[in-house]
């Protein structure tokens, strides 16, 4: 995960998505790094979640999830993009 727009990418633990609110369990950043108001970007599986930062708690971090992506289709467009030479 990381801050946008030009956040460095940490490691964290996704702990659980419920309706709109992603928690992450930050691994290896500073609980500063992310505060409330952060917009962010977390990538786990083949999913990005685009968000805002509510709360934090002892380095674990409830997003306010905006924006959902599936990699999968985007891989696909990417591809046709590369070999364009784009």
């Known amino acids: 995960m990381r801050c946008l727009p030009e956040g460095v990418s940490r490691a964290g633990i996704h702990r659980g998505l419920r309706r709109s609110l992603l928690q992450v369990e930050l691994t290896d950043a500073a609980p500063e790094d992310f505060t409330a108001g952060s917009l962010v970007e977390v990538e786990w599986d083949q999913t990005i979640y685009l968000g805002q930062v509510y709360s934090q708690d002892n380095g674990i971090l409830v997003i306010g999830v905006e924006h959902v992506v599936d990699l999968e ?14």
């Open 73 to 86: 289709p985007l891989s696909a467009i990417r591809d046709i993009w590369n070999a364009n030479g784009n």
